[in-house]
């Protein structure tokens, strides 16, 4: 009798990938469950035992908090990245991490089946997929949800046939996804891009009408463009994130409204909270503005843009990201020093910044007395500088600008 | 007896221009001063007459108010601008303005000469010289200030030995520059990077935190990328501007913190107050969201780059901006349509947007039963999409990403 | 009795087509073939007859030489277009115009459907498509070759058996697509990019080596960006272009042997022959060295390169490319002048280039007695230019570069 | 009594460095001469001599060919880097090699001054300053022929009183820089655009006309993006580019015509030799086609542009510039193979390219039995692809495009 194929499911706990253990049993799989924790802040022991309980011969639960801050977050805080200068990345940084573990249970129980419970319709079945190929291109993935056809009534009637339980908050309007660098929601009244976003649609922060009213100031200590202490105190990337996501949520900061364009071509609308990100993205990028060149700032956008564009589309492990990756932390050492930066309701006000690697210099920048540029050497700058533009207007005209 | 040569002063009313008439009397000049109303609320016609007492042998006042708006405020609109992500460009866009109408003077009297008040450190004797020569490279500039060397102490002296008369705020530490798109602040203790500035730094808005309690909702209606409505109520774009600065002081918005790259290759660290200019460039970016192609928003960060890097060269006429300022109209005739802004206690936030050209499609994005959207379509889509990938790993190896 | 619904075919006359006209036939529609003479050189009559024997209900056939050099190579030339630097999208810039007019006719004869011959793995499937929906977005296309599933001894069969005409040259290697832009050849020993190119792969152009020993000096005169006249002979463009072809072939010139990146994610090697563009975008890009600015020529090669992707990718009817092509256009109005170039057994060799719109400035390039350029303002320049190494240096230590 | 001021003076030989020393004698400084061999073919042992003659303290000869081409040309080679898409950077690329020899010897002599022979107009005493600083910004730079003030006749004279001697080919109308990776040449005739070059300009390769009439095939093997063996012989890359001057000179390729923006804010025409040069970034380019990804070669003309921006620019020793020496290598290590070139009368032709890791798939593009691209997956992908046109279309219109 032969052997029947294994799959790994990238299980979540939901009723999409209960239905889907079953649904892949069905096809005569034997399935693998595997439950990342990358700061959801879910009970996973006890995803991890239902996944068993539907059917599956194993369940795996894996903390992948530090990893993701270390070796996926510490790239977008390098990079600024902000998708469309706006989304702070949040479901497509955890894409390539989980899909890389997927594939190192495969290679363990020798399977050759990577199953993921994504819709036909989002980002996240491109990232999983390219992520998972980009590993190892000979593992053949399947998507169970995009697959099936089920509606939603034919789903729990399966649900029900099959004894997986199906969860009492299955009306919540969202759609939710939620890990250490913050929280997406979609679907609901939030699909009316001009309704504004109820309050039941946040989590991880108040209202900034409901935050307190004392400012709250912290101080960033950052190495290498990475941050390594808050307040002074030495603590690991995710535990500063953590926290941070715990005092900005507080203070009402890192809500964001953005109608986004995703890769498989449609505009949706999404509501994230991030505090924690937009917090140290703030600080890090205050930071840059007296440690870079004025060159090497003006070259980085574009950088950023291609590089969030990357992630975005689930190329984060691919060569150009790889490259840009190298770039980026190349870049970054010298990015070292301190943001002291303000919540209050809402904002995030950097309102300081120094460092001994500060290319800002006083001496130059002061109009007192210790004034040491030499205002003289701009009559010769500028008589060179405006060449080209007095040439074109000789020749052009200058009419057009009269 | 020969004809004296003839100088057109851009004239402020200040210490550092009505010295400068005396200084270029000196030299053999007619003086003929110039000052121009490009929004800074100050009484214009005691300025105009000030130049006279100090000796100019005529004085000009002129209100340029709607022009600066609709001329060139409207093009930052278009572009986004934002020096460095963050500086709105506040007196960058008021210098061309202020350059050409002085060019207009210089040829009105047959004046070869056009004199500034700006030292040689700065942004704006550049950008003075450049805009004055990109209309008529024949004129010849010169820079009083930049020229005699005085001390503080000795101008001053120099000025009460001639009659003209000293402020009284003159020890303020502050060097501001306001206009209807704003106000910048350097110099004093701003020239610490670390130090907070004091609350006396800013005049427009109040802090956040003394901003009122109740939120304020405001609807601004744009055509063409512009906006043309408050609240429904048509009004040109200079009143807009005026009404937003007003309001959004209120509220505490549109306070700037920047260390900036200078053109003449240093930092300096300023601090704006722009609140009509942040709400309506936050309003107009959100807008685009809506009614702009992916394609044409992903490519549009790198124009804006280069138009903001233009207009702070003090190349806003020049051959390439003036491409950039025809392309960015020709994108903005889609950008139609209503957002509706909050303000709180600092924060500016989009709620909602809408527009008869909107290319969000609910029908594509919803993931209720009206989904139209071909989930199928993402198997096909994705196998091309991966295959270069797949391509990569096979011949460069997965290990990397392992 | 439901009337049949109408396809418009695309149709080459050649096997692919023909067998196409049948197999649309048997499903059930009445098809209307269109064949389009974009400059192919070929006996566009007879392939008209063709499809009428073969059984299409109409047959129409359209001269468009004229209106592809106007309104579809007159962007190229603006835009010096060479997807990946190297290939003047011959094919690609073509397409458009065929899928504009294919779409004509369906409203002219009321149909809903428009049908290609091109398979499912090239890029031109795509640029049909795309260019279709881009006019007519609720027109259904089909793609007969890519849908059928036929092996070559299956699809002659079938010709065979509905007594289409089964050309001769069949035995061919080659893919090839021609019109007034060049040559293109896939295919065959082709398809080992370490292969020398057969000289049976080319048609319109001699081997260099071929090619007669005296070189041939032609000038031609550009009006915005356009090339409006040979060697003093005023003539239309697509005329122009045809007597380069000729002249250019002759000498050798505009052989391109690369390997490139479909949109459909695979590389591959491709031959094209296109010595009327080569001639004319060589002359163009020298143009533009002495009639635009360094700014304005230093923005444009990322233009290019993204309007060259564009066309490449089939988006050359799509809001981004339509603002690009309006860019293009402004910025050109300055390219007038004239360049002579030097053709000689393969080689472009722009030999000198004049305009009244010059920005080159003898006096100021100089090195005689004529010289007006100040010598000494560059030390100033320097000065202030060089303050950001300086700094950096001092900050970040010079040792790196020890 | 008090030590004379040193200065280090790059010294070539020819009058205006000869002048120099007598110059820097009179204002009272001990010369250290230095006179560095990056491939310019002179006698340099006769120029060290020359020096100590006439006055200079000390005299240094220095063999830099081998650094010039690993630690300079390298970069070159792997950005692919052409000014303006045209100009290889030939003086560009030697002169932060040079400063940073002349700072070396400047640290060891304990001499504060670097002296150099440029003029005011040119990029060169840019790039010399502003690389000298780069490592060292304490040191004071001095331009002794800017300075002057001298005619020629002038020069002449003073020269003949002081016993310089003077060249014999002074009235040479060119102005002449070489070194390993070519040799410009302006001035003269050469100042009219228009005038065709005359022969005399050239000195490293014949006429096409005058090159053999047997074609020359070359096979170059690159490791990580730079060459190691020619025709499989394993050689250094200085040998490698030497040998290629001369195999490419006799064929007569690498002639280049350009008209430039120079730094300093005018065109300038220059006419250029570079066999080796133009032959190896031809052989490197193309075999990128096949050895990196689509996005990779796609961003990296972006980069490509800023690199030779910077290196024209004197910022060779710079952040940005040195970010971008690691992002060049780090993407050039899939840069392995082999590329077979055809040199024929001024023709450098790439016949054929082959590697071990090259991403271009036989099976994937091929259009014969052995395909195993799925083109049903075309469907789905252009389903998916074309979304945001159709979308566009419904909403803008399609009627601009009718």
């Not at 469950?33 to 894996?62: F, H």
């Not at 039941?200 to 101080?219: C, Q, R």
């Not at 564009?309 to 990015?335: C, E, M, R």
Request: hydrophobic residues 35%; aromatic residues 8%; charged residues 25%.
């Amino acid at each position: 009798m032969k052997n029947k194929d294994k799959v790994v499911l990238a299980y979540s706990g939901g009723l999409d990938t209960s239905v889907a253990i079953q649904w892949l049993i069905d096809k005569d799989y034997d399935v693998i469950a595997c439950c990342l924790d990358v700061g959801e802040g879910k009970d996973l022991e006890n995803v991890r035992e239902k996944a068993l309980n539907v059917g599956a011969i194993a369940s795996i639960m894996l903390d992948k908090v530090e990893t993701y801050a270390d070796e996926y977050l510490s790239y977008a805080i390098r990079g600024n990245s902000l998708y469309e200068e706006t989304y702070p990345l949040i479901s497509a940084l955890s894409r390539p991490l989980i899909a890389k573990e997927l594939v190192k249970i495969a290679h363990q129980y020798d399977a050759k089946f990577i199953a993921h419970g994504c819709t036909g319709k989002g980002n996240d079945q491109v990232r999983f997929e390219v992520a998972i190929h980009s590993i190892d291109p000979s593992i053949t993935t399947l998507a169970p949800v995009r697959d099936w056809g089920f509606s939603r009534e034919e789903e729990i009637e399966y649900a029900k046939a099959h004894d997986i339980p199906v969860p009492i908050n299955l009306n919540s309007p969202y759609s939710i996804d939620q890990n250490l660098w913050g929280r997406s929601n979609e679907c609901g009244i939030l699909e009316d891009p001009y309704a504004m976003p109820p309050e039941d649609a946040y989590d991880l922060t108040v209202a900034p009408k409901a935050a307190p009213d004392e400012e709250k100031i912290i101080d960033i200590t950052f190495n290498a463009g990475l941050p390594i202490a808050l307040n002074g105190n030495m603590m690991p990337l995710h535990e500063i994130i953590k926290q941070l996501n715990v005092i900005g949520g507080k203070h009402g900061v890192g809500r964001i409204d953005h109608v986004e364009n995703r890769l498989v071509g449609i505009k949706s609308r999404e509501v994230y909270e991030a505090p924690g990100a937009m917090i140290l993205l703030t600080a890090h990028k205050d930071l840059e503005t007296i440690t870079l060149t004025k060159d090497v700032q003006h070259f980085k956008p574009y950088i950023e843009q291609q590089f969030s564009n990357l992630i975005y589309n689930g190329l984060f492990f691919s060569p150009l990201a790889d490259h840009i990756k190298n770039l980026l932390t190349d870049i970054q050492q010298y990015v070292n020093g301190e943001t002291k930066v303000k919540l209050y309701k809402g904002n995030i006000t950097v309102i300081g910044r120094k460092s001994d690697n500060a290319l800002y210099n006083e001496k130059l920048a002061t109009y007192t007395k210790e004034d040491t540029f030499n205002h003289q050497a701009s009559v010769g700058f500028i008589e060179i500088y405006e060449l080209p533009v007095k040439q074109a207007t000789r020749v052009y005209g200058g009419e057009q600008h009269e």
